[in-house]
């Protein structure tokens, strides 16, 4: 679906012209012109070292809200990425609402104390295609009341997905957390700045452009429960 530029809201517009402007830069420095100095951060998920630094804080957020918690529900942190099929990229609005609903209402089925989700947009090879996914950091018991086996988590994602969404990999991936500063700064990192840093083409800068445009104003990181994150 082709949107016209004048439709783009502003920021979105200026950062879009700003970065699609210096792609030849992205591949001889491997960087996009970014802000310069303490005082004149743009804070746009354009800029890579406005995304860095919003990813310390938010980092910082998760491990704060996990430091409330006993050191034995620590070490039973879980980290688990939920699949959903490729769509176009003019129904991933839609889609990111369905998904972000199903996957609230696994975590609830399963019966989790707590969760920090951060979904996640990525580009399969073929064209107009796009991947979105959540990744999630679980509070759950070891064992007992509260424990989430692998299989439960699945059953739970599969049936609170329509069919029409259902992943081609049926099997949820979890497991154990071993670092909690490493799992959080992957909840956290930009899907765009990993774009930059791997040199990307035109036409991959514009498509990612083009999905943060459609999934403005929709939540990129929840939580809940027990890991609730503390205000920004």
């Not at 860095?52 to 034995?72: D, K, Q």
């Not at 979904?119 to 950091?137: G, K, M, N, T, V």
Request: hydrophobic share 35%; charged share 20%; with cysteine.
């Amino acid at each position: 679906m082709f949107i016209p530029p004048n439709r783009y809201p502003t920021d979105l517009l200026q950062m879009r012209e700003q970065v699609l402007a210096t792609l030849p830069d992205i591949h001889e420095k491997g960087r996009v012109s970014s802000c310069k100095g303490y005082h004149s951060q743009c804070n746009s998920i354009y800029c890579p070292s406005c995304v860095r630094a919003g990813l310390y804080h938010r980092r910082g957020r998760i491990v704060t809200a996990c430091s409330s918690l006993t050191e034995r529900r620590r070490k039973n942190l879980q980290f688990a990425t939920l699949l959903t099929a490729d769509v176009p990229l003019e129904e991933l609005r839609a889609v990111a609402k369905t998904s972000a609903d199903a996957m609230r209402k696994t975590l609830r089925s399963v019966g989790v104390s707590g969760h920090v989700t951060c979904a996640e947009i990525s580009f399969p090879r073929w064209d107009d295609q796009c991947h979105l996914h959540y990744h999630c950091l679980i509070d759950s018991a070891p064992s007992g009341r509260g424990y989430v086996p692998k299989g439960a988590l699945t059953d739970a994602w599969m049936s609170a997905l329509p069919a029409d969404l259902l992943p081609p990999l049926v099997e949820v991936h979890i497991k154990p957390v071993d670092s909690l500063e490493a799992v959080a700064t992957y909840v956290c990192t930009s899907p765009f700045f990993d774009y930059v840093k791997a040199q990307a083409s035109l036409k991959e800068v514009s498509r990612t452009l083009d999905a943060i445009r459609e999934t403005k104003g929709l939540p990129k990181i929840t939580s809940r429960g027990s890991l609730t994150l503390p205000e920004a």
